[in-house]
């Protein structure tokens, strides 16, 4: 069993930068690829970044790609996305999620396969 839980969300203009993070009970952390997911109102969830449980292999999904960095701290049990350069289309309910998988598997990235989900923080970003 994993918890997860997401801190660092708040209200930035456009152009800032924001932190996020995710820290994990249990001991499996360590052993899982740790994922990054994102809801706006209205919209369906979508897949923001991952990273392989020994942070050599990150995915990032187009619209945040060399603008958020993804990291793991698997000493801390916690997991980060950097995000800078922020954009109003980046207000969304960012969640952590986790599932019993080493590396990222690229090819199923839906949010219905993952076990393990933090309850979000609220990022908004003003224009």
């Known amino acids: 069993q994993v918890q997860l839980v997401e801190s660092g969300g708040g209200l930035v203009q456009a152009g800032g930068s924001l932190r996020l993070s995710c820290a994990a009970s249990?001991?499996?952390?360590?052993?899982?690829?740790m994922h990054w997911f994102r809801q706006a109102p209205g919209k369906a969830r979508e897949f923001v970044a991952a990273?392989?449980?020994?942070?050599?292999?990150?995915y990032y999904a187009d619209s945040v790609k060399g603008r958020f960095t993804i990291s793991r701290d698997n000493a801390k049990n916690t997991m980060y996305l950097q995000m800078n350069s922020l954009k109003p289309e980046d207000t969304a309910l960012y969640y952590c999620?986790?599932?019993?998988?080493?590396?990222?598997?690229?090819?199923?990235?839906?949010?219905?396969?993952?076990?393990?989900w933090g309850q979000g923080t609220h990022v908004t970003v003003s224009s």
């Open positions: 999620a986790a599932r019993t998988l080493k590396y990222i598997n690229i090819v199923d990235l839906s949010p219905s396969s993952y076990a393990y």
């Open positions: 990273i392989s449980w020994d942070a050599k292999s990150t």
């Open positions: 249990g001991r499996t952390f360590s052993s899982y690829a």
